[in-house]
């Protein structure tokens, strides 16, 4: 009973909140809605029974990723509206309807064919941090390595673009004086 | 009232819809990466639900790699955006056509 409430609560505030994200024209109340928006779907992971990644959700999306995206914006002007795609509503409307559909039919055939069984079931008596722990660094050793460095190679590329030449500003230069500035800087560490 | 599995992946649809229909309707680069992080919410969304029902842990490691996945992207994407945006003062989309694609 209790859980149907909660579901319906917050899948009507995350709708509501991530309709606000798309259909706004302001930049502010899109990057606060969606913020918003993100928390609410950690509710849904919680009622779950996934806590760990109803932590994650809160730490990463709220945390770091709305943080940069916030960082990010200070870069642009963000007070003036924001323009729009001048493309026929009706073929939007179609479009989407029919991939969310596609969507759904992807994830529902599994489980309709009854194919699907359980790789790495959940133990009884096992908290559900200390069950991802076991699972993570055992089956999904790799992948989890793999996650590690292209967060690694995602950061040095975010400093790298980002932090480039801070000092100057790209805008008020002229091309052949980018162009120019982009030799010098090359051939320090003798080339490649 | 029991929630069951179609509840949550008729609400992961709906996300996923909208999120779509923000892809559609952006020109605004920034705006379009929120309308990203919707969609693969929508699909985190899914994956709880189903390793839920299912009572298999692994529908919780892929969201797990899907949400590292999207804080690489938004690391790269940023910087690629401020990058294009301190050489033009401009992040819509209809201004990236020097491909003349």
Redesign the interface.
Known sequence: ?F??IA?YLF?AL??VM??I??MTSQ?LY??TA?AA??IF?SA??FI???D??GA??II??TG??MA??A???M??DTTRD????R?NPQI??V???L???M??AI??AP?VSNN?Q?????QEGVGNSQ??GM??FT??LV?FEL?AV??L???I??????G?KMDR???LMAEEE?GSMDESFEPQEGGH | ???T?S????????????????V?????L??L???T??LL?A????F?????Y?????G??F???I??????????G??????W?????K???DQMNSMRG
């Open positions: 009973m859980e149907a579901f899948a995350t709708i991530f309709t994200t798309v930049a899109a990057i969606m928006g993100m779907i849904f992971f779950l029974g996934a760990f990644l994650i959700q990463v999306y770091a990723v940069l995206y960082f990010g914006m870069f642009f924001v323009v729009e795609k493309t939007v409307f479009l989407g309807v991939a969310a559909v969507v759904v994830f529902v489980i699907i359980a790789l790495y079931p959940i069950a991802v699972v993570l089956k999904y992948p996650a292209m967060l190679v995602a950061m590329g975010g400093i790298i673009l980002a480039k500003s790209l805008t980018i | 009232m029991e929630i599995l509840h949550y992946l008729v609400l992961s649809t709906i996300l996923f819809a909208i999120g779509l229909i923000g559609m309707r952006r020109k605004n920034l705006m990466f929120f309308a992080e919707i919410n699909t985190n969304i899914a709880a639900a189903i390793s839920h299912i009572g298999d842990l692994s919780q490691m969201a797990f790699f949400i590292a996945i999207a804080a690489s992207e938004v690391a790269i940023l910087g690629l955006l401020i990058v945006y301190k050489r033009t003062g992040i819509d989309l």
